[in-house]
Nanobody
C-alpha cells in the first residue's frame, strides 16, 4: 500500500522560508510523477510544482523563482523548498504521486494523481 506522509509545515513571517518533506513508502513502481499541491481556505486544490522521473520540473507562475521541488530517491523523499514566503502562500500543502514516467501537461489538475498525503499546514503572517 502506497503511503505519503508530509512534514515541515508551520508558521513563518513573510519573507521567511520553510522546507516541506514527503516520505513515500510502499511505492514499487519504477517511474513517477510527483507533485505538491496546496489548498487555501475557500479555494480549490491547485498544483504548485511537479517533478518527473528524469528530474524535469515545472511550477505554477505564482511560485516560480521562490519554490524548488526535488527528490532524494535514496531516502524515498520528496521536498519543497519555499523561500520568500508571502501571506498568500498560506494553505494546506499536499504531496501527490502518479505511477507514470512523466507528468502530463494537465498535471495541475488534482484528479491526475493517484496517491495523496494527509497534508501539512503552512501559515505565513505579514
Amino acid at each position: 500500500q502506497v503511503q505519503l506522509v508530509e512534514s515541515g509545515g508551520g508558521s513563518v513571517q513573510a519573507g521567511g522560508s520553510l522546507r516541506l518533506s514527503c516520505v513515500v513508502s510502499g511505492y514499487t513502481y519504477r517511474w513517477y510523477c510527483m507533485g505538491w499541491f496546496r489548498q487555501r481556505p475557500g479555494k480549490e486544490r491547485e498544483g504548485v510544482a511537479k517533478i518527473d522521473t528524469d528530474g524535469t520540473t515545472n511550477y505554477a507562475d505564482s511560485v516560480k523563482g521562490r519554490f524548488t521541488i526535488s527528490t532524494d530517491n535514496a531516502k524515498n523523499t520528496l521536498y519543497l523548498q519555499m523561500n520568500s514566503l508571502k501571506p498568500e502562500d498560506t494553505a494546506m500543502y499536499y504531496c501527490a504521486a502518479r505511477s507514470s514516467y512523466s507528468c502530463a501537461a494537465g498535471w495541475r489538475d488534482s484528479v491526475y494523481f493517484e496517491y495523496w498525503g494527509q497534508g501539512t499546514q503552512v501559515t505565513v503572517s505579514s
